[in-house]
């Protein structure tokens, strides 16, 4: 068989590239997710910047069914696959709105998570059941004001008192902790007993001692709730403990790779959002008598933002068919993760420079897409503690 | 094993393995003497053929095994010969020159120049760049003039891989006064009378043989018209997509060489009382290198998984070119870094990786062009 110029395959740049991890199921679940985003959530972005975003976005959701996506059916999950979650991450990109994104991802892919897989029945059916219907909102309390990325010198302490545990701690950067319902605990139990001496507890956030001590403002994430928690002689049944007492270092650390992978995905998506309304923008402002995409160098620009773009995208979606393989693709995550956060606050920032004294106006929006996703390269895991795993993972 | 990613499979895998093996055992050793000697054996060739790897992806009608994948997997091995000059005189026969041949030739063309190709015993290369033609491929001159029974071609060519070997040209003219891409025609030029090689000293790619080629009233018969008259510009367009992933293939496997090599020297080399690789900032050197490889991993298998699909694959080859040809001049620069005065030294063979991967973002099209092709692709 001999090709002529006829049969040599012409570009086609709007042509579907469909990713091999995904279906036709997968598609039309992005579509519905995305109708509903642009139809009953972007409105709201602006008035949810200046004052959160409420909480019956979590019940609407949870009716919709798209607050356990990839979760079992028997706790009123669709059941679906990882990548249906990743659909998720990726569509919520359209309310415009990163701290709403930020408070959904805290509830589906970092609190649930860990009940799921080290929560007793009872757990279960007390809190993943109502969080799916969007009836209990969930947070995570890893973070305290004197423990960061070190996370083993936490200080907030549960100590056994008959059938009871008695907790004394704050912690910090909590998103949703406002709201939350209830909080999955890091604590140490054991002082003594190093990585071994700590232990998770799914903490009731109406419970005398816990103090919603303050909102924190931020550079960014605006429509998120950022709480300072104290807790003062709360006091939990044995029944509250997640997973294994002694053991919450590793459940903890367990949990942070679904964090960091879908941490990774929001990445991406920001970052093509932010970059496709600032293409629009290149081609409609013009200077020097045509629309400033059509200079070289601001057409070189949209290049290398595509390829960073494209590139965190194929990073975060071969790892995340590792972890729907059941693989525990520690590196890889970290991997993606350090650099999608990376790319996404290059490409706002480059977003901001296209746009020129727009991009620095509220107005355009922009400026709060590199506000939003300057965090990511600090939440979840620094940059420099990224790096740190993947070099350890080397033996270095 | 690792879970193979997509498009490999396990036997993929395997092959991987014996291709590493077969190239540190039979190529590797002799990558400095060839380097030095600014040439490569032609035995190469046919050892290579004698395994099967000249062929891997031509139909077996001609003598190959039909998989593409395969192809791949012996570019991205080729990298732990330690030449990339040698890397590229292989690359560019039986990926650049030999695939148009394949593509776009008739079957007498095919027997003539394909078959024997594959078996090693005809070498053939590409040529398009001229000295006054490099990224603006429309304003070549080398002009083909029609005669009695064929062309007589007059002009030159430049930065020709395995052009001073070659056996067969496969020469991009102009074959019409008409301006662009339009007047663009294809012809397998035969070694003979009025063509004439000589070799280009470079930075790096040293064990490569690149030519400046002139062709002085070469006749060139019609027989050897590959393509269709005038349509040269589709043969060069189908060309590119192949040659690019074959770079962005090759650059991941150079990165994988250069960081395993580096790996291993920061955990044997002691400084401050431990292994440098211990200390953070050389440990944090290292997990960027194996992120950047990572990243250009996965952009490239992706561009490939999209290019056997069929699919128009120019915006996806031409990301992971722009991505992995910079990506490994910089990673390898920070692994001669790593090696510090040893990494300035010849014996470590890092600043060859180095002088080798300087050609990536400049051959096969510039990153600039790549930046234009996408930047276009937007519709900017």
């Known amino acids: 068989m001999t090709t002529t110029a006829a049969d040599v395959t012409k570009p086609d740049f709007q042509g579907h590239r469909k990713h091999f991890i995904f279906t036709d199921e997968h598609q039309q679940l992005r579509e519905s997710?995305?109708?509903?985003?642009?139809?009953?959530?972007?409105?709201?972005?602006?008035?949810?910047?200046?004052?959160?975003?409420?909480?019956?976005?979590?019940?609407?959701?949870?009716?919709?069914?798209?607050?356990?996506?990839?979760?079992?059916?028997?706790?009123?999950?669709?059941?679906?696959?990882?990548?249906?979650?990743?659909?998720?991450?990726?569509?919520?990109?359209h309310a415009h709105c990163g701290g709403l994104a930020m408070g959904l991802?805290?509830?589906?892919?970092?609190?649930?998570?860990?009940?799921?897989?080290?929560?007793?029945?009872?757990?279960?059916?007390?809190?993943?059941?109502?969080?799916?219907?969007?009836?209990?909102?969930?947070?995570?309390?890893?973070?305290?004001?004197?423990?960061?990325?070190?996370?083993?010198?936490?200080?907030?302490?549960?100590?056994?008192?008959?059938?009871?545990?008695?907790?004394?701690?704050?912690?910090?950067?909590?998103?949703?902790?406002?709201?939350?319902?209830?909080?999955?605990?890091?604590?140490?139990?054991?002082?003594?007993?190093?990585?071994?001496?700590?232990?998770?507890?799914?903490?009731?956030?109406?419970?005398?001692?816990?103090?919603?001590?303050?909102?924190?403002?931020?550079?960014?994430?605006?429509?998120?709730?950022?709480?300072?928690?104290?807790?003062?002689?709360?006091?939990?049944?044995?029944?509250?403990?997640?997973?294994q007492v002694g053991k919450g270092f590793y459940h903890i650390m367990w949990e942070l790779q679904g964090e960091r992978m879908i941490g990774a995905a929001g990445c991406v998506a920001g970052a093509q959002h932010v970059f496709d309304r600032t293409l629009e923008y290149a081609k409609e402002r013009t200077a020097f008598g045509r629309s400033i995409g059509h200079f070289q160098v601001i057409r070189h620009k949209f290049a290398e933002m595509a390829t960073k773009i494209e590139t965190a995208r194929q990073m975060?979606?071969?790892?995340?068919?590792?972890?729907?393989?059941?693989?525990?693709?520690?590196?890889?995550?970290?991997?993606?993760?350090?650099?999608?956060?990376?790319?996404?606050?290059?490409?706002?920032?480059?977003?901001?420079?296209?746009?020129?004294?727009?991009?620095?106006?509220?107005?355009?929006?922009?400026?709060?897409?590199?506000?939003?996703?300057?965090?990511?390269?600090?939440?979840?895991g620094t940059d420099e503690i990224m790096l740190d795993v993947i070099g350890r993972s080397y033996g270095l | 094993m690792p879970r193979p990613i997509p498009p490999f499979t396990e036997e993929h895998e395997e092959f991987r393995l014996s291709v590493r093996r077969f190239v540190q055992r039979e190529l590797y050793p002799h990558a400095s003497e060839w380097e030095e000697a600014r040439w490569f054996p032609n035995e190469v060739f046919e050892r290579l053929a004698e395994l099967g790897y000249l062929g891997l992806k031509f139909p077996p009608e001609y003598g190959g095994d039909?998989?593409?994948?395969?192809?791949?997997?012996?570019?991205?091995?080729?990298?732990?010969?330690?030449?990339?000059?040698?890397?590229?005189?292989?690359?560019?026969?039986?990926?650049?020159?030999?695939?148009?041949?394949?593509?776009?030739?008739?079957?007498?063309?095919?027997?003539?120049?394909?078959?024997?190709?594959?078996?090693?015993?005809?070498?053939?290369?590409?040529?398009?760049?001229?000295?006054?033609?490099?990224?603006?491929?429309?304003?070549?001159?080398?002009?083909?003039?029609?005669?009695?029974g064929g062309y007589v071609v007059n002009g030159s060519k430049t930065f020709i891989t395995g052009g001073v070997r070659a056996d067969a040209i496969v020469t991009a003219v102009k074959t019409s006064d008409e301006g662009g891409h339009h007047g663009l025609s294809f012809l397998i030029i035969d070694r003979g009378p009025g063509v004439e090689s000589s070799s280009l000293e470079k930075l790096g790619w040293h064990a490569s043989d690149t030519?400046?080629?002139?062709?002085?009233?070469?006749?060139?018969?019609?027989?050897?018209?590959?393509?269709?008259?005038?349509?040269?510009?589709?043969?060069?367009?189908?060309?590119?997509?192949?040659?690019?992933?074959l770079m962005a293939l090759g650059a991941v496997g150079a990165m994988k060489v250069a960081f395993e090599k580096t790996l291993k020297y920061s955990l044997e080399r002691e400084a401050f009382g431990r292994p440098i690789g211990k200390h953070q900032a050389i440990r944090h050197k290292l997990a960027e290198i194996a992120t950047t490889v990572e990243a250009g991993r996965d952009m490239t298998y992706h561009a490939l998984r999209v290019y056997l699909a069929g699919q128009d694959a120019v915006r996806d080859v031409t990301m992971a070119k722009l991505l992995t040809q910079r990506s490994a001049f910089e990673v390898i620069d920070t692994c001669l870094q790593i090696h510090g005065g040893n990494g300035y030294m010849t014996a470590y063979e890092i600043e060859r990786a180095a002088r080798d991967a300087r050609l990536g973002p400049?051959?096969?099209?510039?990153?600039?062009?790549?930046?234009?092709?996408?930047?276009?692709?937007?519709?900017?």
Request: one cysteine or more.
């Open chain 1, 105 to 243: 991802a805290v509830h589906t892919d970092m609190a649930m998570p860990p009940i799921l897989a080290f929560g007793t029945e009872d757990q279960k059916q007390e809190w993943v059941v109502p969080a799916i219907k969007g009836e209990k909102i969930l947070c995570l309390g890893i973070t305290e004001p004197d423990a960061g990325s070190d996370v083993a010198g936490i200080k907030t302490r549960a100590v056994k008192d008959g059938n009871e545990y008695v907790i004394n701690g704050s912690k910090t950067f909590i998103t949703n902790g406002h709201r939350a319902d209830v909080i999955v605990l890091v604590t140490k139990t054991d002082s003594d007993a190093g990585y071994d001496g700590f232990t998770l507890f799914l903490v009731p956030m109406d419970l005398p001692g816990v103090i919603r001590e303050k909102k924190l403002e931020k550079l960014g994430m605006h429509a998120s709730d950022t709480a300072l928690l104290a807790f003062q002689d709360v006091r939990v049944p044995d029944t509250a403990v997640l997973g």
């Open chain 1, 316 to 380: 975060v979606y071969t790892t995340a068919w590792r972890f729907q393989n059941g693989e525990y693709p520690v590196r890889e995550i970290s991997m993606a993760k350090l650099y999608a956060a990376r790319i996404a606050v290059e490409v706002a920032d480059e977003c901001i420079q296209i746009h020129g004294g727009n991009g620095y106006m509220k107005e355009y929006g922009v400026e709060r897409v590199w506000r939003d996703m300057r965090l990511n390269r600090i939440g979840a």
């Open chain 2, 211 to 245: 030519a400046h080629i002139t062709f002085d009233d070469v006749f060139v018969p019609a027989e050897n018209l590959l393509g269709q008259e005038n349509q040269g510009f589709y043969l060069i367009m189908a060309n590119f997509q192949w040659e690019r992933l």
């Open chain 1, 33 to 93: 997710i995305r109708r509903f985003v642009i139809k009953e959530l972007q409105p709201h972005s602006e008035e949810w910047e200046q004052q959160t975003f409420p909480n019956w976005v979590f019940q609407r959701m949870g009716e919709l069914g798209f607050l356990g996506l990839d979760k079992p059916e028997e706790y009123g999950g669709q059941g679906g696959d990882y990548y249906s979650s990743l659909v998720l991450s990726e569509e919520i990109v």
């Open chain 2, 66 to 148: 039909g998989d593409v994948v395969a192809d791949a997997v012996l570019i991205e091995e080729l990298a732990w010969c330690g030449s990339g000059g040698l890397a590229a005189g292989i690359g560019a026969h039986i990926g650049i020159a030999l695939p148009p041949i394949w593509r776009f030739g008739t079957e007498e063309q095919k027997l003539r120049y394909l078959v024997p190709g594959i078996k090693g015993e005809k070498i053939a290369a590409l040529a398009i760049t001229e000295p006054d033609a490099g990224s603006d491929v429309a304003s070549i001159r080398t002009h083909a003039e029609g005669a009695e």
């Open chain 2, 362 to 380: 400049i051959g096969g099209g510039t990153n600039e062009i790549m930046s234009e092709i996408l930047g276009r692709s937007l519709g900017l």
